[in-house]
């Protein structure tokens, strides 16, 4: 007893320490360790990871395929159990390669492990998507997530082939979850160095990401620990957090991501998302129950604990129907949205199963024990695989960047929606009919209730169908190449972004993707009214929640920024000119070392690599590490207003030319009107009429013929109509502008409009 009471506080004190690290920081050390970080996961391993791509949604996207595959193999095995259990001697054909079915343990074991490794690496790869779009939209190291992928994909197929072939024990199993836990610690340290790259409060989506991880880490290191010490009951705390909290902490991770983003509207509640957290984290979920401790006094906390276990469920249900509430029609309209809610709407139906024969398991006499799996077997393949097909249909082509392809994905839907409820309610008859029978009838078969397991195993082939449907669907979106349509005109996939009381600043709203065309909603709406700022997503790029706002002084810009807008002001250099000139690998981005050459270059600043480091992440915008042009004109144009700063325009200088030079280009302008307008008589000799006033007028300054007194006056200078301006080249017209006493300053269509008026 003493033994799970330490090993409770000492979860309490890990989760807890980790909340208050989230929101206080580490202070001084956060640099260090961040440093340290990132270094353990960008070259550990030395080599290996140098085969993995870094690029945008690259570790979601493996951790998603590689759950589309486990979540294949789990629906074809997860029917051929269903017909086994119809059949006990249909499968027997298949001994010849090696595989035992006997009375369907091995097989329900198999079906068990493949479809927790799908759910896991479906909702985990969701989770990334939603956790990176609230960071940058990328990964601190993308290429660390993908290795992980590849790492737990191999450790899984090993614990599937090394039973077949020794006999493993606990210890054993023990190393596995082990290796398990150091994987899940990679992770975990990603997703936080992830969430340290924003200044921005950490959404509801990344909480529940963090926590789940963190929950799993803690269950494999304590499973593993209470298995070598057979410390029986720590055993049973660790299996239901690894068991019960992890799946749940993510689906709701997905679930307060995919609602929101698809109806375009804030969490219905904030006070009942972070009900759904804090109750999800101290109670014991209802789902894979197992036989407790036989001390009384634990025997009555836990069945305390699993009681309150309902709360955080309901508490998600209700929210995600009342946020569905505010744009119902946008939701039918997308197959993953309609899977979000479908599993949020059975969920706690699911859950009163799990409760009353889960709790028969644990306290019980164990006479539920088949019909508290199937409720766990349907609960993963109907809730878990409807938050899959979430994550498949809605966040895996913001991962992917292609376009969501083919018209199967709602039919998936909902062959997974009536297949799941449809083979788990004949399932549940069929047991509760044999355990009725067996009372009966001594030595009672499952022939008894044959009948009942055909039409099951019918139910489970449209779960399998809509699985296969839905992967179909992936791998075709995977392959097609088709970018996604963001709808949105200019390089923004935000459409609209709502605002709650509080003060930010263009450079924070910038920094969350919001774009030029994007329309901003100001609501006065406090947390027991919706409670959650929420990003429309229409592609790639930027999904979160948050509470507030947080209060952001002025920006206070640093001076070798100033200065170099300043410089470029005066020289009449665009933004694009200098990224041009700066980028001299034309790579499309400037590293720290171009910069800080441009600026020695250019006599700005001479700064060290440490000082430009940190100038560098002034400028970054989307925390890429590199400045991209839309991040340096940006920045240009709010120093510019932020100090005003003029604009001085580059005019070439036009020298004043001799009456030499004049009658050549007299000459020379003749011939080329006379090329422009063949056959035009009349119109060749206003033009040489024209050029002979401009040579009268320029004449006058050298010999002041008819006015020898002042040399002011001129002749009357012919005016081109609109037409022949546009011909004209802009320095010809700055000439014409001066010689009538007009302003030569800006552009040439400007220059026009003075001169025609």
């Not at 605002?499 to 006065?524: A, H, K, N, Q, Y």
Request: charge should be negative.
């Amino acid at each position: 007893m003493i033994t799970v009471i330490f090993a409770a506080l000492m979860l309490v004190v890990f989760l807890g320490g980790l909340t208050y690290l989230l929101q206080r920081g580490l202070g001084d050390m956060s640099t260090p360790l961040k440093q340290v970080g990132m270094f353990m996961l960008t070259k550990a391993p030395a080599g290996i990871i140098d085969l993995f791509k870094n690029g945008d949604g690259n570790g979601a996207r493996t951790w998603i395929q590689f759950g589309c595959f486990w979540f294949m193999i789990s629906a074809i095995g997860g029917f051929l159990g269903a017909w086994h259990d119809y059949d006990p001697n249909a499968l027997d054909s298949l001994s010849s390669i090696g595989w035992s079915w006997d009375d369907g343990e091995a097989m329900n074991l198999f079906n068990l492990t493949t479809l927790t490794a799908a759910v896991f690496s479906i909702l985990l790869g969701g989770a990334l998507v939603a956790h990176s779009r609230a960071n940058g939209g990328r990964l601190a190291s993308e290429a660390s997530a993908s290795l992980i992928a590849f790492g737990w994909f191999g450790v899984t197929l090993l614990s599937l082939i090394l039973p077949a072939i020794f006999d493993l024990s606990d210890f054993h199993y023990s190393l596995i979850g082990m290796v398990y836990a150091a994987m899940v610690s990679s992770l975990l340290v990603n997703v936080l160095l992830t969430n340290a790259q924003t200044e921005f409060p950490t959404g509801v989506s990344s909480w529940f990401l963090i926590m789940g991880l963190a929950a799993m880490f803690y269950g494999l290191a304590a499973n593993a620990l209470g298995e070598i010490t057979e410390q029986t009951t720590v055993v049973w705390m660790a299996d239901s957090i690894v068991k019960g909290w992890v799946p749940l902490a993510l689906m709701f991770s997905v679930g307060y991501h995919v609602i929101p983003s698809v109806t375009g509207h804030p969490i219905w509640s904030g006070s009942l998302t972070k009900a759904s957290m804090l109750l999800l984290f101290v109670t014991v979920s209802p789902v894979f129950l197992s036989q407790s401790s036989t001390e009384p006094l634990l025997q009555s906390v836990g069945a305390i604990l699993v009681t309150m276990g309902m709360f955080p469920i309901l508490a998600f249900s209700v929210n995600m129907i009342c946020t569905m509430r505010g744009d119902a029609s946008s939701v039918v309209n997308s197959p993953g949205a309609v899977a979000a809610i479908a599993a949020a709407l059975l969920l706690p139906i699911f859950a009163v199963l799990a409760f009353f024969t889960g709790l028969n398991v644990m306290v019980g006499d164990g006479s539920l024990t088949d019909v508290a799996m199937t409720v766990n077997m349907g609960y993963l393949y109907t809730i878990g695989g409807l938050f899959c097909m979430a994550v498949m249909f809605e966040l895996y082509p913001l991962a992917s960047g292609n376009r969501l392809v083919g018209n199967s994905a709602g039919m998936a839907t909902w062959l997974v929606i009536f297949g799941g409820l449809f083979s788990t309610i004949v399932s549940l008859m069929a047991d509760w009919s044999f355990i009725e029978i067996s009372s009966l009838v001594e030595d009672a078969t499952t022939e008894s209730v044959s009948g009942f397991n055909l039409t099951a195993s019918v139910g489970f082939y449209c779960i399998t169908m809509g699985i296969l449907l839905g992967i179909s669907t992936v791998s075709r979106t995977a392959f097609s190449r088709v970018p996604s349509d963001t709808g949105v005109v200019v390089s923004s996939d935000v459409s609209t972004f709502t605002l709650v009381e509080g003060s930010t600043s263009i450079r924070s709203l910038l920094g969350r993707g919001v774009g030029l065309d994007t329309e901003l909603i100001i609501t006065d709406s406090d947390e027991e009214e919706g409670g959650s700022t929420i990003i429309e997503v229409n592609a790639t790029l930027h999904n979160d929640e948050v509470d507030e706002f947080p209060e952001v002084e002025e920006d206070e810009y640093p001076e070798e920024l100033v200065e170099l807008t300043k410089w470029l002001c005066e020289r009449g250099t665009t933004a694009k000119q200098f990224f041009e000139w700066a980028d001299v690998d034309n790579s499309g981005s400037l590293d720290m070392f171009e910069l800080g050459n441009a600026l020695k270059v250019g006599k700005v600043a001479d700064l060290p690599p440490w000082d430009m480091e940190k100038l560098v992440k002034e400028m970054d915008i989307n925390k890429d590490g590199s400045i991209d042009l839309p991040e340096l004109d940006i920045l240009l144009i709010m120093i510019r207003k932020k100090h005003n700063i003029e604009f001085v325009e580059f005019v070439p200088e036009v020298e004043e030319e001799t009456s030499e030079s004049d009658d050549s280009e007299d000459e020379s302008s003749e011939g080329d009107a006379a090329e422009e307008d063949e056959g035009d008589t009349d119109s060749s000799e206003d033009e040489s009429s024209e050029d002979d006033d401009t040579e009268e007028d320029d004449g006058d300054t050298d010999s002041s013929e008819g006015d020898d007194d002042n040399g002011d006056s001129t002749e009357d200078v012919t005016i081109p109509d609109k037409s022949d301006l546009n011909k004209m080249k802009k320095s010809e017209i700055i000439k014409l502008a001066k010689s009538l006493d007009l302003d030569s300053k800006g552009s040439k269509k400007e220059l026009i409009e003075r001169i025609t008026q």
